[in-house]
Nanobody
Framework: QLQLVESGGGLVQPGGSLRLSCAAS????????IGWFRQAPGKEREGVSC??????????NYGASVKGRFTISRDNAKNMVYLQMNSLKPDDTAVYYC????????????????????WGQGTQVTVSS
C-alpha cells in the first residue's frame, strides 16, 4: 500500500532552518515524482519543490519564493525525501505536505498540484519570533 508520512515541522525563528522528511513506502513504479507543497490559512496550496524521475531525465524544481533558500534531496536506500529549509521567513508559515505521482512526469511539470495522486497528512511549520 502506498503511503507518505511527513515529519520535521515545528516552530522556528525568522532566519532559522528546519529539515522536513517524507517517508515513502509501497512504490513500484520506475518513474515517479515526489513533491513538497504548502498551504497557509486562507491561501491556495502551492508547490514548493519536487523531484522527478522520468524516462528522459531526473530533475528538480523549486517555486520562485523558495529558490535559493530550500533544497530538496532524496535517499533511495531509505525511501526518504527531504526538504532543507534555510533563511526561513514568516511568509513560509504553512502546513507542508509531501505528495507522490507514480508515473512519468517531467521536472517542469512536477510543481503542478493536480498531477499528484497521493498526499501525506501534512506537518506544520511556523516561523515567528
Amino acid at each position: 500500500q502506498l503511503q507518505l508520512v511527513e515529519s520535521g515541522g515545528g516552530l522556528v525563528q525568522p532566519g532559522g532552518s528546519l529539515r522536513l522528511s517524507c517517508a515513502a513506502s509501497g512504490f513500484t513504479s520506475d518513474y515517479y515524482a515526489i513533491g513538497w507543497f504548502r498551504q497557509a490559512p486562507g491561501k491556495e496550496r502551492e508547490g514548493v519543490s519536487c523531484i522527478s524521475i522520468s524516462r528522459t531525465s531526473i530533475g528538480i524544481n523549486y517555486g520562485a519564493s523558495v529558490k535559493g533558500r530550500f533544497t530538496i534531496s532524496r535517499d533511495n536506500a531509505k525511501n526518504m525525501v527531504y526538504l532543507q529549509m534555510n533563511s526561513l521567513k514568516p511568509d513560509d508559515t504553512a502546513v507542508y505536505y509531501c505528495a507522490a505521482a507514480g508515473r512519468d512526469l517531467l521536472w517542469n511539470r512536477c510543481l503542478i498540484r493536480s498531477n499528484y495522486d497521493l498526499w501525506g497528512q501534512g506537518t506544520q511549520v511556523t516561523v515567528s519570533s
